[in-house]
């Protein structure tokens, strides 16, 4: 596609129920990187793949944080239990080369 | 650690006056520099990107400067307008393995009429 596309672009939850954020990178694109953005604080890196697999997955704060890319195309990344500090904008980014191009983001809230 | 440090925090300013943003990082070893504008509710949108070997770069009305030697940058506004209204973000990659990808926690500067 032109852009990277995120769905859904804002979701609401119970605390304990599990979410699934979606990532359609843009085309050709090897790289896909999933950041979290809690209010007022930059963004921090959670998985790096490259291709399917995660080279990089440093970033997931718990176990109960898991993403899958198939294809080397689409990503989800899954959020089990949720709790409120999961409370954040998930932003997903592809790149080719040098360049990185973000998607607008899924916004969650746990209630 | 590697960190990328931002400031102000927040900025306040008149349509039509410049500002300048300050960016100082230790990320080690180091690859390129980039700033970004995200609008609220967007994600981040490239302005500049820079090695270790330039020292200035423009995009139209913003322009950003690279010391890698006391590793620093400023991102310059000119001519402010009611649309720069942003967070700028600086975000510092380090060099060898992917491009991994440092972020500073922004700087929101909000332009009045």
């Known amino acids: 596609g032109a852009g990277v596309s995120q769905s859904p672009s804002n979701k609401v939850t119970e605390k304990g129920k599990d979410v699934e954020l979606r990532c359609d990178p843009i085309s050709g694109h090897t790289a896909l990187y999933w950041y979290r953005q809690s209010l007022g604080q930059g963004l921090e890196f959670l998985i790096y793949?490259?291709?399917?697999?995660?080279?990089?997955k440093s970033g997931l704060p718990s176990d109960r944080f898991s993403a899958e890319r198939t294809g080397g195309s689409v990503s989800t990344l899954t959020i089990q239990r949720t709790q409120q500090e999961d409370s954040a904008v998930y932003l997903c980014a592809s790149s080719q080369n040098y360049g990185y191009t973000f998607g607008s983001g899924t916004r969650l809230t746990v209630v | 650690k590697n960190q990328v440090e931002q400031s102000p925090q927040s900025l306040i300013i008149l349509e039509g006056k410049n500002c300048t943003l300050q960016?100082?990082?230790?990320?080690?070893?180091?690859?390129?520099l980039r700033w970004y504008k995200q609008d609220t509710g967007r994600g981040p949108v490239s302005l500049t990107i820079m090695t270790f070997s330039e020292n200035t770069k423009s995009n139209g009305r913003y322009t950003a400067t690279l010391d890698a030697d006391t590793k620093q940058s400023s991102l310059h506004i000119t001519a402010s307008q009611l649309s720069d209204s942003a967070s700028y973000i600086c975000?510092?990659?380090?060099?060898?393995?992917?491009?991994?990808?440092?972020f500073g926690a922004g700087t929101r500067l909000a332009v009045h009429p």
């Open positions: 960016c100082n990082y230790t990320v080690s070893p180091f690859s390129n």
């Open positions: 793949f490259q291709g399917n697999s995660a080279p990089d």
């Open positions: 975000v510092v990659s380090e060099s060898g393995g992917y491009n991994k990808l440092i």
